[in-house]
């Protein structure tokens, strides 16, 4: 019984990260376009193609620390401690996806505040003649 609890478990606990991984990161790099075009000043096709290296590497790190995670290393007797196990794992995911978001947002607004710094230090100072 303990083993089939366990494959339950696994099935429960990998269609729910993978698609909180998709929503999340559906949701961040939807949204996300603004500050990239903004970072590339207007240049649609860089900010496009930075935008989905940044997803790919999203997707990646994150299912890949879901997938790290998910050994349950006691064997599961009963429902109770089925639904405990798999509270604790979905949660302290979800606790990593939002630090993930965070960081990835906290990029997003470094490298807009770098880019118009940068535009300011390259405009024009205006001459005043006496």
């Not at 019984?1 to 990998?14: D, G, P, T, V």
């Not at 935008?51 to 997938?67: C, P, S």
């Not at 798999?86 to 505040?113: D, Q, T």
């Amino acid at each position: 019984m303990e083993s089939s609890l366990n494959f339950i478990a696994y099935l429960i606990y990998l269609p729910i990260v993978i698609v909180l991984t998709w929503y999340v990161a559906h949701t961040l790099f939807k949204n996300s376009k603004v500050f990239m075009l903004d970072i590339f000043h207007g240049k649609t096709d860089i900010a496009t193609a930075t935008n989905k290296l940044f997803e790919t590497g999203f997707y990646l790190l994150n299912l890949g620390f879901a997938f790290w995670v998910m050994e349950i290393s006691s064997g599961i007797s009963n429902q109770r401690s089925l639904l405990e196990i798999l509270s604790a794992k979905i949660g302290g995911f979800c606790i990593y996806l939002g630090v993930m978001l965070f960081f990835n947002l906290y990029l997003f607004f470094r490298g807009r505040r770098k880019a118009r710094a940068k535009s300011l230090s390259l405009a024009p100072v205006p001459r005043i003649e006496e």
